[in-house]
C-alpha cells in the first residue's frame, strides 16, 4: 500500500518534468518504510493523513539532501524534525 503517488510528490516538490523521477520512486519507498517502522503501524488499516505528510515531507529532505551534505540539519535522530512531530503520537515507546 502506497500511502502518496508520484504525481502527489512531484507536485508537493514543484517538479514538471520526469527527469527525477527513478530518484523520486525510491525517495518514496525509503520514506513510506521509515513511517511505518517510526510508528510501528505496520498493519494499520486505515493510516492517519499525517502519514501522508510526513512521507511528503521525508521525502522533500531525501531529495534536498541527496549526498548527506553536512549542511543538512541534524537533531540527534534519523527522522526530520518536522516528520518526528507529525508522527510522535502514533509511536510506541520501546522501554528497556
Known sequence: ??????????????????????NLEIYIKAAESAVFRYTDEVHHAEPPEEFKLAVLVCVGFYDKYR?????????GNYMPQPVQALLFPYRTPTAI
Request: aromatic share 4%.
Open 1 to 22: 500500500m502506497s500511502l502518496v503517488t508520484l504525481e502527489e510528490v512531484k507536485q508537493h516538490l514543484r517538479y514538471d518534468d520526469d527527469s527525477n523521477d527513478t
Open 67 to 75: 549526498n548527506a551534505e553536512s549542511d543538512a540539519p541534524v537533531n
